[in-house]
């Protein structure tokens, strides 16, 4: 007899519903107990792509996890929320836990895996990651053959970025954000404007694709910019 329930991270994608897998989707509309981050305040970006799937009467778990430069307030969102989680397990309730994206891949379910995969046993559904989204929204085959990728975080310093930029053949730039004026010129500076492209809320609605030298001057939080450097796969 199982005496804890078992915490699922499941991956959602990138935004759209039916980008969902099928795995996490039977996982969803089988839970008794779901979880899932939000805004400190705001509505949950999780919540809403799965919100078709969430049982009525289902319990949630909401982490308000505030959106600031220090990490112990995020910190503290997520010890708060392994808390509740790990009650529901101890009582021997299953947790299904939302991610945008995939849980393993600059996923916020990593901050609680780390806290409760010691004690609980944690079982992780994959998710279509927003690198792959956004290279298929923009018709840019990423790399081939022995080519390198490199994913980079848009807030590291200048010369972190052009130094890891230099030993690649293509180059994802996440959380580009507030960054995008200074990612720009950098990329300029590089000569590599024309091979950049910009990618923001990949796969929802309002989806915005356009070569990096047009894209707006204000990134929200969900947008990309990919360089392909080396040479066209295409025979």
């Known amino acids: 007899m199982r005496l804890t329930g078992v915490l699922h991270g499941v991956g959602l994608g990138p935004g759209a519903p039916d980008l969902?897998?099928?795995r996490a989707a039977r996982l969803i509309e089988g839970a008794a107990v779901v979880a899932y981050p939000a805004l400190a305040g705001g509505p949950s970006f999780a919540r809403a792509i799965a919100?078709?799937?969430?049982?009525?009467?289902?319990?949630?778990i909401v982490m308000d996890v505030p959106m600031t430069v220090a990490r112990g307030p995020a910190q503290a969102a997520y010890d708060r929320g392994a808390a509740e989680i790990a009650a529901e397990l101890e009582a021997g309730r299953d947790v299904v836990c939302l991610c945008e994206g995939d849980p393993f891949f600059y996923g916020?379910?990593?901050y609680l895996f780390a806290r409760l995969s010691p004690r609980f046993r944690v079982e992780v559904v994959p998710g279509v990651t927003s690198l792959t989204a956004c290279a298929v929204r923009a018709g840019r085959p990423l790399?081939?053959?022995n080519e390198a990728?490199?994913?980079?975080?848009?807030?590291l310093a200048d010369e972190a970025l052009e130094a890891r930029i230099g030993a690649a053949e293509a180059v994802v730039?996440?959380?580009v954000g507030r960054h995008l004026p200074r990612l720009r010129a950098l990329l300029d500076r590089?000569?590599?404007m024309d091979r950049a492209v910009y990618v923001e809320r990949a796969s929802l609605p309002e989806e915005l694709v356009l070569p990096l030298s047009?894209?707006?001057e204000v990134a929200p939080y969900f947008s990309m910019i990919l360089v392909t450097k080396g040479a066209d796969p295409w025979p």
Request: net charge neutral; no cysteine.
């Open 108 to 110: 916020s379910f990593m």
């Open 51 to 60: 919100s078709d799937l969430i049982p009525a009467g289902a319990r949630e």
């Open 190 to 192: 590089l000569g590599l």
């Open 173 to 175: 730039i996440m959380k």
């Open 143 to 145: 790399v081939a053959r």
């Open 20 to 22: 969902i897998t099928l």
């Open 214 to 216: 047009e894209a707006p």
């Open 149 to 155: 990728l490199v994913v980079l975080p848009g807030p």
